[in-house]
Each structure stands twice: as structure tokens, then as C-alpha cells.
């Protein structure tokens, strides 16, 4: 197993404390894998391995578990009655009700709890009513391109950064497509899989869908218009121009169940001049730069909004809260915020013209306050400062420390 510290360092800080550790993202972006390194830890702390306990109900070995009475009866009788017993759960929202049984486990038992899921409800009210103030949450994110790097070099040498980007926007981050050389067509066959997998699994038959050409229909506007801004009308709309009716809740529905399946961001817009949110013309980013190009095949128009997408995980990777900028009737791709930290980003793959240079600057420097501001690039540019704002190439900016 290639280690990621971005997040075992995370978890382990909360070994043996009393809370449920739950890890959530996207099918395939590591989760199980992450739970392992965590037991092996464990393990090398010194702990017997029959105090360690491991099921993955993704597997058939565990059908017969898929209910809180089983499972729970299941796990009590191997409980350790010598020490405490460190529970490992790997996608548990198979499982119906499985908080109340994580919770009679806490209440009852000596017991240190890890569950990983795919969906966002399983941050719904019911953990909260039952695991009240008992869980750290680590959201999973597929490969940065820190941790891309350190899986391509496990079995062949790298390119430089920057030509080394041109590959991560094309194949993204899921572990699996990094851990050999695949070509392009076996690449994005496995890609294809993961996201069948989720729509099929996760979206479709969870919510007992009947209409799944529309909801694919949904998927590839999505997918199409990353890094635009776009609502459920203009979705109805565009449905509506190909002879398929379908009203705004509805679209909104969908969405929403992309969402809590993991494949898209929602990325609201703020006001900087109002400072707040608004509740309009959301844009949408994907969990992998991949789904993009499996899904639809890859085009060279799309790589401003690719790139725009690998930043925004990122900043996401790194804690950031990221919005759309709104200032007057301009757009700040990115502004992030953290505590007390805020950056402003603008993302753009090159500036060839002053035109070019006076939109992407002009709009950070409209911005009077101190926080840094920053302009993201991928040709060559001379100097890393203009009045003040940083430039940087992306690929320098994804493996900065300094943010």
C-alpha cells in the first residue's frame, strides 16, 4: 500500500478518543484503503490482532449483516472482553440503521469505531440525533497531484511537474488508474466503471429511480458545463430542446442526488461586496477531472474548466470553504476561506493578449483588502508578482505548502 499521511496522520490523532471516525467520498477515491493503513497502524503500535475487527459490506461475505439486529448480535459476540476492540466498518450505509447499532456499540462496549460510506446521508439528521457531538468527520478526496506524483513514481519515472500535469488533468486522481501503467482506453474504462457503479449504485437504485435516461441526461449537462454557472431552468430548458419535459424541482432533485453520491460539487457564489452567499446560478464541479473525460470523451475546449476543477479540490483538500466570486458584473473564479484566511484565485490555462492579462489581474485588483490574491496559469510567464498579486503555474501552486 502507497501511504497517504495526508489523511492516516489526521485519523490516528483521534485513536482511542470517543468519537466515531466516519470517512466519506466518492466509490474508489481510497477509503477502504485508508482504513487499512489505520489498522496496520495499529498493528505496529501493538495491537493484537484479535482485537482488531474488519468488514466490508461491499463484499457478499457479509449479505447476511445488512441489518442492524445482525449485525450488531454479530459483532458482540467478537468483541475482545480482555481489551478494547478497535471496529473497522467499510461502507456502511449498505446497512439500514447502522448509527443506532455504532451507537449501542459506544454506549455498551470498549470499543474504537471507524466507518467509511459513499453517500453524504451519512452525515443525515439521523447520525446526528444518534451520534450527537460522538464523530469526527474526514471527507476523502481521490489522489491530489502530491500524492499522483508519489504513485507514478512506484513504477515509473516522472516527467517534469508541468508535463506531468497535462496527465493528471487527463486521468485524475482515482488510486486505481495510478498504481500501473493503463493506456488511455483501459484508463478510462476503469474510470467509466467507478462512475457506473456510483450512478447504478448509489443514486439509481437507493432511490429507486425509473427514469434513468433522464437522470444520465442531467449527468452529461453537468458534466458539460463545469465551471459555468448554470440553474435548474437552464437545465429544463436544454432538456425541453430535446423534446424531454422535466420541471425544475425535479432537476433539482437530481442534482441533489449527485451531490450526496459524491460527484459533484456544489460551489455557491459570494458577494464581496455584500458579503454573502447567494443562492443563485451555483456552479458544479466533479469529484475527478476523469468522469469528465471517461463519460464524454476528452476535448481540448474543456481544459480551462478541467483545470479550474483540479483547484477547487484542492483548496477543498485543504480545508478551504470555496465560493464564486461576485463583484459587480465580474467573476472571481475562487475565493476561499479558512478561519480566519481568505485567498482570492483566478484560474486561466494562458494570457496572450493585454486584454487577456487586464481581465484576470483587473478583477483581484478591484479587490481592496490584504488577503493574497493569486492568478493561475500553465504557459510560460516571466516574474511570480504584479502589483501584488501572485502568479504562479498551476502544477507549482498545487504542490505549494504556503497556503
Partial sequence: MIKRPLYTEKIMTYVNTPFVKILTGVRRCGKSTILKMVMQELRQRGIDERCIL???FDSLEYEELKTAETLFFEIKQHLSTEAK??????????????????????????VDIYV???????MS?????????RYISFRIFPLSFAEYLVFRKTYTEVSDNHSELINYLKFGGFPAIHLQSYS?????????????????TDIVKRNQIRKVDQLERIVRFVFDNVGRTFSASSISKYLKSENRSIDNETVYSYLAKLESAYIVHRCSRYDVQGKEILKTQEKFYL??????????????DSVVAMLEN??????????????????????????????????????????NSPETEQREYGR??????????YVLRTDAFAGGNYEGIKTMHIAEFLLSAEY
Avoid: C
Fill in 125 to 133: 439528521s439521523e447520525i446526528s440525533t444518534h451520534l450527537t457531538g
Fill in 287 to 300: 469529484a475527478d477531472p476523469a468522469f469528465r473525460y471517461g463519460v464524454l470523451g476528452y476535448s481540448s
Fill in 310 to 351: 483540479i483547484v477547487y479540490l484542492e483548496l477543498r483538500r485543504r480545508g478551504y470553504e470555496v465560493y464564486v466570486g461576485k463583484l459587480d458584473n465580474m467573476e472571481i473564479d475562487f475565493i476561499a476561506t479558512k478561519q480566519e484566511s481568505k485567498l482570492y484565485i483566478q484560474v486561466t490555462q494562458q494570457i
Fill in 54 to 56: 474488519h468488514y466490508n
Fill in 116 to 122: 467509511t460510506g459513499s453517500n453524504s446521508r451519512m
Fill in 364 to 373: 483581484l485588483l478591484d479587490i481592496h483588502d490584504n488577503y493574497p490574491k
Fill in 85 to 110: 476492540t478497535y471496529l473497522f466498518l467499510d461502507e456502511i450505509q449498505e446497512v439500514k440503521f447502522w448509527e443506532k447499532v455504532v451507537n449501542s456499540l459506544m454506549t455498551d462496549y470498549d
Fill in 184 to 200: 488511455q482506453d483501459d484508463a478510462y474504462t476503469i474510470i467509466r466503471d467507478i462512475y457506473n457503479s456510483t450512478i447504478f
